[in-house]
Each structure stands twice: as C-alpha cells, then as structure tokens.
C-alpha cells in the first residue's frame, strides 16, 4: 500500500487509506481509463472532471454496456455502469437509512418517469399541483400511505401551494427529499404544510448512489457512506479543506469496476464537519450545494419543472454542457458548451421546436455558445434559470 499515494483526508483512516489503494492498483493493471490519466501511482492522483468523463465515456465504460446515465442536473451529463453487485450496497444503504429514522412506512413518489420506474404508486413530478395534491390524498385513502419521497424543488412549489389553499396535509409522517440541494429553509417551510412530517434528505448521485444521508440528531450534517465511498473535500488548489471552508466534492468508489470513478469531481460544493451526535460512527460534512432542478414560468403563470425539457438537451450529441435562462415569457437564452466542431444547426431546430411547443409559437430564442458555463455565485449549477423581472420562483 505504501507504493500508492493517499490523498490527505484518508490518511489517518486505515479503512479509506486501505481501500483507495486496493481500486487505485486494480485500475491501473486492468482499466483503461486510468491508465491514461493516472499514469504514476505513486505521486498525487488528478481529479478526473465530468468533461474528462464525458470526453472519454466509451473508453471509463470499458467495454461495458452504459446502463444508465446522469439526470443533467449539474448539466454535464455522464454514462455509466455498475458491476454486478453493486446495487447491494444501495440496498443497505436504503435500509440504513429507514433504521435511522424509525423503520419502514407506506411510500409515495412524485417524481420524473423518464428516470424512475412507473406504478400505482408514483406520479410524474411536471404534473399539476393540485393533481399532486390530490395524488397525495387518494394515496393515503386507499394504500395508508403516509410517507413521501420528491425532489426539493418540487416539494418548495407544493407547500407553498398548500398554504396559499389554507391547507395542510397532517396525515404525512415522513418526508424524503431526493436527488437535489436541499436548502436550509425548507425544513420550516415543510413544517407549515406538513406539519406531522419527518424530513429526510439524502445526497446522491446516478454515478455513486448514495453518497451521504442527513443526521437524524443533528440535521445540519451528512454523514458519508464511508463503507463503500471516499469523500474529498478540495480548496482550488486541491488540498483537503478544513471544517468550515467549502470546496468542491471528490469521490472514489472503492468496489465499481466498470465505470470506476477515483477521485471524480462531482461539480458540488460542501463543507467537512465533525457531527457532535455521538450515534453515528461515520464521517460528515455540511452545507452541500450544487444539482438543483430550475423553474420555469409559462404565459398563463403556471410553474413548470425544467425536467420536462431537459431529456432535449441530455440527449443531443452536440453539445456536452447547457443552460436554459428564460428572461421573459417568451424570450430565452441557451448556454451551451459544444462538443467539439459540430453542425449545430440540427440542435438548434430541435429545441427551437420543443420550446415553440411548450410556450408557444412567439418564443424567441438565442443561441449562445460558451466555452464552459460559470457557477452561480453560490457555487451551484442551475440547468435552468427564470429571470423574468418581478417573478420569484
């Protein structure tokens, strides 16, 4: 192990240290990829980008099938595989997670059909507020379901669209917030439309799984799924940053050989954090910002989840990184970062197209073609901006 170099947060961890080591010489005798860009082992590793993912995704696949790929939240979407085995540990980890907080209750999911599986028990998250509500009702009338898993943006426009009706929704015991940044003042703004509620909220992603699960005792933590995954919290110049100072979220899954990820730079940004719980015997960090799902506004007021259009830009292979921000009903600006030199103009029809579709035919669109596109200055990527004088999402 000593002939593998170990990055400064694992160090004083025998486990982290001893498993970084063991996928670091594996990858480089059998993986390609790594090969390539971690070609001495014995000097500090690179951190592997979404673009170096993205730029070489048939070659990180290895010959294996991509069977799934990122939602494009942080909009730089990725394929990716799991070896046999691997979704165990996502098992477990579900599992930890309901021990946590309490045990297992009937669920309900409103969440995108395009990436989770279609049943009596789940809705697709663009539909209608009081269609939502209503599924929500009819849910718990007939299966006793009392428990409700959803993204956060979603869940913001259902309270609030609770207690402009003067309704909440008692009966709800648990709430789970998935896939997304959960800002910190949801958890009041849950409270006030369900008031018997539990919050619950998980950092994840399609690449890793679950990478934290919030503390049940001290909610301003999350604690890292340190059994299977390493957590690197990295200032600008790649060193570990201390509690309290944020800097970007570097990930290595210590048992995926298929589309290994060592030392892989989600795009998030966070904080380490020492938990004070004194239960939970695993490592934490705080303040997680990064995939957020936008809104937009359609001509008659209605919100609508950037969801709904973002498969158009995820599938189109000229471009590896986009921005929707709409500055009046029908005027919209799309960032995108081409891939390479391509013809752009089938590209630019098809989502001329969709958004004609969607708000209809006197939307105008420009084209804006960037190199890479910024973080927001809270460190986050927005897929989707409203910008819309006067109108607050």
């Not at 409103?110 to 279609?118: C, G, Q, S």
């Not at 299966?143 to 993204?151: D, H």
């Not at 648990?174 to 998980?202: C, G, K, W």
Request: charged share 20%.
């Amino acid at each position: 192990m000593s002939a593998v170099w170990i990055p400064e947060t694992f160090r004083d961890r025998p486990y982290a240290a001893a498993h970084f080591a063991r996928i670091v010489q594996w990858a480089q005798t059998h993986h390609p990829f790594y090969r390539r860009f971690h070609t001495d082992i014995t000097r500090p590793l690179p951190v592997i980008t979404r673009a170096m993912v993205q730029e070489h995704n048939d070659l990180l696949l290895n010959g294996h099938p991509g069977l799934g790929h990122t939602s494009g939240s942080t909009s730089m979407p990725v394929r990716v595989s799991w070896q046999p085995g691997r979704g165990t540990l996502e098992a477990e980890d579900t599992a930890r997670l309901i021990r946590w907080y309490g045990g297992p209750m009937v669920h309900m999911k409103i969440v995108a059909l395009a990436t989770h599986v279609a049943n009596d028990h789940t809705l697709e998250v663009d539909s209608p507020l009081d269609v939502q509500i209503a599924f929500i009702k009819d849910q718990h009338a007939r299966r006793g379901a009392v428990s409700l898993i959803s993204y956060p943006t979603n869940l913001e426009r259902l309270c609030r669209h609770l207690l402009e009706r003067g309704e909440t929704l008692p009966f709800i015991r648990r709430i789970t917030a998935m896939s997304e940044a959960y800002d910190e003042h949801m958890d009041d703004l849950l409270r006030q439309a369900f008031p018997n509620a539990v919050p619950i909220v998980t950092y994840s992603s399609v690449e890793l799984g679950m990478i934290a699960l919030r503390c049940p005792h001290n909610p301003d933590n999350y604690h890292i799924m340190a059994h299977k995954l390493g957590v690197e919290i990295l200032d600008a110049a790649g060193n570990a940053c201390p509690p309290g100072a944020p800097g970007q979220v570097v990930v290595t899954d210590y048992f995926n050989q298929h589309s290994t990820l060592i030392r892989y730079a989600l795009g998030d940004l966070a904080e380490n954090a020492v938990c004070d719980c004194g239960r939970i015997g695993l490592p934490a960090i705080t303040r997680i910002a990064g995939k957020m799902r936008g809104l937009l506004r359609r001509a008659d007021g209605s919100q609508m989840l950037f969801t709904s259009l973002s498969s158009s830009f995820r599938d189109s292979p000229e471009i590896r990184q986009f921005q929707v921000l709409q500055e009046q009903i029908h005027r919209f600006t799309i960032r995108a970062v081409p891939r390479g030199t391509p013809d752009l103009a089938p590209f630019e029809a098809r989502i001329r197209a969709r958004f004609i579709a969607e708000f209809g035919p006197e939307t105008q669109l420009a084209f804006n073609y960037m190199d890479s596109i910024p973080r927001s200055p809270g460190g986050k990527y927005f897929a989707a901006i409203c910008a819309i004088p006067g109108v607050t999402l």
